[in-house]
């Protein structure tokens, strides 16, 4: 089974797949790195409303756990080079970096600011409607 980026909150790890999510409990001392549930469902929403619109038409989800980076890459077709690439980097303990790739142009912003990263990622989306 193909499982996705690793998303903190509270005391347990998620791991995402398309069909189903498994919870495995977690040290209870752990603080969350800065990248949440909330936070993948806002990418993940995202991308469905750009699928059903037909502009985006595949994704892919991806987690190093070695390098500490999970990245949620946008697609126009499946069988193209990646469009968008959101990118999600622990930098320290509790610290976490949040960078977008745009096909072409390369990083486009680079923030520890989740929500500033997300905004530009919806701007990119939009020119596509």
Avoid at 25 to 46: E, V, W
Avoid at 64 to 85: C, I, N, R
Avoid at 97 to 106: H, I, S
Wanted: glycine share 6%.
């Amino acid at each position: 089974m193909d499982k996705g980026p690793l998303m903190h909150d509270g005391p347990f790890i998620f791991w995402y797949t398309e069909c189903m999510s498994e919870i495995i409990p977690f040290s209870r001392q752990s603080h969350a790195s800065g990248f949440t549930n909330a936070q993948f469902k806002k990418l993940d929403g995202l991308y469905l409303r750009a699928a059903a619109a037909g502009i985006l038409t595949y994704r892919s989800v991806e987690c190093d756990f070695d390098e500490g980076v999970a990245s949620y890459t946008y697609y126009k077709s499946e069988h193209m080079s990646p469009y968008l690439q959101f990118v999600i980097r622990k930098v320290g303990p509790r610290a976490t970096m949040y960078e977008l790739y745009l096909q072409d142009k390369g990083r486009v912003i680079k923030s520890g600011v989740f929500d500033k990263a997300f905004a530009r990622l919806q701007d990119e989306v939009e020119k596509l409607f």
